[in-house]
């Protein structure tokens, strides 16, 4: 069988910015929605802001005058940025990179004043003390990081939430007891207490929901993303 493991970029984001070959609710069936991982909210540590209602009050009172970094245009960090700007109603400038690596040379030297960041590449700069976190973007704190907030915990961002995630999905017409099938087998391995000693350190937070749970998942996101669009 053929089977799609992918992030929800593909699925809830690109349709709103581009025009594709594919409709994700139309052409696909949502098997399990597999993984998680929130983006950090990074900021040089010269910032003198310390967390997101200081980073907001800052952006308010020097409209357009900081700089948020990303890896490209349309990516995952850079429309964090932009609906954090939304929600938050403040004025800052978008400067998008070719890639992560300058996007973080770019913070570590000051260009950018911050900038959403995953995870797994941000805790080893949070750790050196080279960056400050000040938020995770997913609706709870991250296990990973217990003492960073989340930036849904700030005044008047309530709900706020726009993790990385991964799901597996195979084509429409797939015959559901197939579809069953595959979600529980995927299920057994992300339950699996070695596996998920694994990931579970690095900020990774297993799901294996069901097809149905996750068609829900697919729709509220794809809901979110087509407002902020």
């Keep these: 069988y053929t089977l799609l493991l992918t992030t929800n970029a593909t699925i809830v984001i690109n349709p709103h910015l581009s025009k594709l070959p594919y409709d994700p609710e139309r052409d696909l069936a949502p098997v399990s929605q597999v993984a998680t991982l929130p983006f950090v909210l990074l900021v040089h540590p010269g910032l003198p802001v310390k ?3 200081e980073l907001i009050a800052l952006a308010k009172a020097k409209p357009g005058t900081l700089n948020f970094g990303s890896s490209g245009g349309g990516g995952g ?4 940025g932009e609906m954090m700007k939304t929600a938050a109603k403040i004025d800052m400038t978008h400067v998008p990179y070719k890639g992560a690596a300058p996007a973080l040379v770019a913070l570590l ?4 004043q911050c900038m959403f960041v995953s995870i797994l590449t941000a ?3 949070i750790e050196s003390g ?3 976190a000040i938020a995770v973007s997913g609706l ?3 296990p990973a990081l217990p003492n960073v907030p989340a930036v849904a915990e700030a005044p008047g961002l309530a709900g ?3 993790d990385l995630w991964y799901g597996m999905l195979a084509p429409a017409k797939t015959n559901p007891r197939i579809v069953d099938k595959l979600y529980r087998e995927t299920r057994k391995v992300l339950f699996v207490q070695e596996f998920r000693n694994r990931f579970e350190p690095t900020g990774t937070q297993m799901v294996g929901s069901s097809p149905a749970e996750f068609a ?7 809901e979110a993303w087509k407002c902020a669009a």
């Design 51 to 53: 967390s997101v209602p």
């Design 77 to 80: 960090a850079h429309l964090g």
């Design 109 to 112: 030297s000051g260009e950018v």
């Design 123 to 125: 805790t080893p700069l």
């Design 130 to 132: 080279r960056v400050r």
């Design 140 to 142: 709870k704190r991250s």
């Design 160 to 162: 706020f939430e726009t």
């Design 216 to 222: 829900k998942t697919i729709s509220k996101f794809n």
